[in-house]
């Protein structure tokens, strides 16, 4: 493996031993806090939660279609973070599978495997394949990239795509593009997506109406989080130049393995939990990787938050409400704005 992969690993994966997570537990707490996103489209406006026990809480949205958003399985990861990542990746499924109504389709934000290995790809489609979406879209994390500059991801994976894997395509009104930002990736360094693939976008945006839904995902957020740790793309400026005309534009993202969310204008930026471990917030730890945490500690990781989506004419706000704090009071949606939905991180 060359060196600069090795370093990448190095940074990224830390050796946690003795970290005080047993799997039992830690398996418990990722069934309870769920493992993934459940994104619905409600007349061209996305509206996100968290995998629930129960439908109650948003039975009143009119979806148009809905899908789920799974991100960094890494199949192959065995270290004490988590030792079993096949097992939380299958509670994610599981919890997929006993949704009231079937998803349109599963969205994958990157780092499927750990090293890349054909194996690792063999354990994710086997676990997939029970899945009650049999449509999946997946775009590749560095992870996926590390022993062979991604020619297994898109073997397997990027079928009819163009360069390191980008694609687009249409879902009952949805414009939807999935970009690559972690090719030639430097160990530490911001994602890139690179002059060839900007210009695609550029031309697969022209000529849509501004009234067209845009939704892009990629693996490494598309805003720049915390720059030390290369959590931000170097060239997202020019990308999201393109997506300003447009009257609604969702951005997902995973990576960072924490939900964090930010809107700007009419585009909302969304990162999603891993399914396999969690990572310290920006700045709180020497370096990403897998976080230590002690066990009497993980439900705060990767605990319950609220974030209602108000809408308010054209734009989005979000309110964020940790475990534990009460809903909004009416009064907070005076104005004519109201609750479409939640997610929980």
């Known amino acids: 493996m060359p060196d600069k992969k090795q370093d990448l690993i190095d940074q990224q994966l830390q050796d946690l031993n003795n970290d005080g997570v047993d799997r039992r537990g830690f398996l418990k707490c990722m069934a309870w806090a769920g493992t993934g996103l459940v994104w619905t489209m409600s007349g061209g406006i996305p509206v996100s939660r968290a995998f629930a026990k129960t439908a109650g809480k948003d039975a009143g949205v009119v979806a148009d279609f809905t899908f789920v958003q799974i991100s960094d399985s890494h ?190 204008g009419k585009v909302s930026f969304h990162t999603a939990m891993s399914t396999a471990f969690p990572q310290p917030a920006p700045g709180t730890a020497p370096s990403a990787g897998p976080m230590k945490v002690p066990a009497d500690q993980l439900q705060q990781v990767l605990g319950i938050t609220d974030v209602n989506y108000l809408v308010s004419g054209r734009s989005l706000a979000i309110i964020d409400s940790p475990l534990g704090a009460s809903a909004p009071s009416p009064a907070a949606n005076r104005g004519g704005s109201r609750i479409v939905g939640s997610i929980f991180g």
């Open 75 to 264: 199949i192959g990861f065995n270290k004490p973070a988590n030792p079993d990542v096949t097992a939380t990746l299958q509670t994610a499924i599981n919890k997929i599978n006993a949704m009231p109504h079937r998803p349109d389709f599963i969205i994958h934000t990157g780092d499927l495997s750990q090293l890349s290995k054909p194996s690792e790809f063999d354990t994710l489609d086997q676990a997939l394949k029970g899945a009650s979406a049999k449509q999946i879209y997946f775009v590749p994390g560095e992870h996926d990239m590390l022993s062979d500059n991604g020619e297994q991801f898109l073997q397997r994976y990027g079928k009819g795509t163009k360069g390191t894997g980008w694609y687009s395509f249409d879902h009952k009104g949805v414009h939807f593009v999935g970009l690559v930002n972690v090719a030639n990736l430097k160990a530490g360094g911001m994602g890139s997506l690179g002059h060839e693939q900007l210009e695609w976008l550029e031309d697969d945006l022209k000529g849509r109406s501004a009234s067209t839904p845009i939704v892009l995902f990629a693996h490494i957020p598309l805003w720049t989080i915390y720059p030390d740790w290369g959590w931000g793309t170097d060239d997202s400026a020019q990308a999201l130049s393109y997506v300003k005309r447009f009257g609604s534009v969702t951005v997902l993202n995973g990576h960072i393995h924490q939900i964090m969310q930010k809107v700007e």
